[in-house]
């Protein structure tokens, strides 16, 4: 099974400033199998970025994955207030099929 | 556009079963596999497995085997999750949610989710 260990757990920051939220897995993962989603309160987690780098339809390019291997990268370079939100790493195994990291919940400071 | 459409909350004894439904439209149907996640109160999403709408053929995450069946009705376009011997524990909210792309895209869109509580 693969474990995402994302960090930090809690990131405070302010509109307009550069966020970072990093993913680790516990064995490698091929890019092209690693996934971030944005969850905001009460509704379902929307896909932002998949292959680690791609950006889904319609998802602004202040949004931008990287990464390989272990470690996995979200930036969002210029924050807007809809973006503090809960985000998670999902990568693709065998069992189980898909797995999801704890989340890093982003709060305006 | 698509659109995944499910059923209303349920409240549930322990011991007792869940069936939740998961309503596709705006894309065909049987093209695209389907996936059911389910998240517990302020925890993160958990895998549960996935369907192929065209065959019927599933795939369940080893926690749930033996407790979750997936069925299909393509005359409506229609997917069900059925959870049994439910326990304080499931209390969760679940959701349907459409594979782009086997392993690349396990979502790209969501149903609303369902909630549902079991409590005696």
């Known amino acids: 099974e693969i474990v995402l260990t994302q960090s930090p757990g809690n990131l405070s920051l302010s509109p307009g400033e550069r966020a970072t939220l990093s993913c680790r897995a516990s064995?490698?993962?091929?890019?092209?199998?690693l996934a971030w989603y944005q969850q905001r309160p009460g509704q379902a987690p929307r896909l932002l970025i998949y292959?680690?780098?791609t950006r889904a339809t319609g998802i602004p390019d202040r949004f931008s994955g990287s990464g390989s291997g272990t470690d996995f990268t979200l930036t969002i370079s210029r924050l807007e207030p809809e973006d503090f939100a809960v985000y998670y790493c999902q990568s693709y195994g065998s069992s189980p099929l898909y797995s999801f990291g704890q989340g890093t919940k982003l709060e305006i400071k | 556009q698509v659109q995944l459409v499910q059923s209303g909350a349920e409240v549930k004894k322990p011991g007792a079963s869940v069936k939740v439904s998961c309503k596709a439209s705006?894309?065909?149907?049987?093209?695209?596999?389907m996936n059911w996640v389910r998240q517990a109160p302020g925890q993160g999403p958990e895998w549960m497995g996935v369907n192929n709408p065209s065959l019927g053929d599933t795939m369940y995450a080893q926690k749930f085997q033996g407790r979750v069946t997936f069925t299909t009705d393509t005359s409506t376009s229609t997917v069900y999750m059925e959870l049994s011997s439910l326990r304080s524990e499931d209390t969760a909210i679940y959701y349907c949610a459409r594979e782009g792309a086997r392993g690349v895209i396990m979502a790209d869109f969501w149903g609303q989710g369902t909630l549902v509580t079991v409590s005696s």
């Open positions: 292959g680690a780098s």
């Open positions: 705006g894309y065909t149907f049987t093209n695209y596999y």
């Open positions: 064995q490698s993962v091929s890019s092209s199998y």
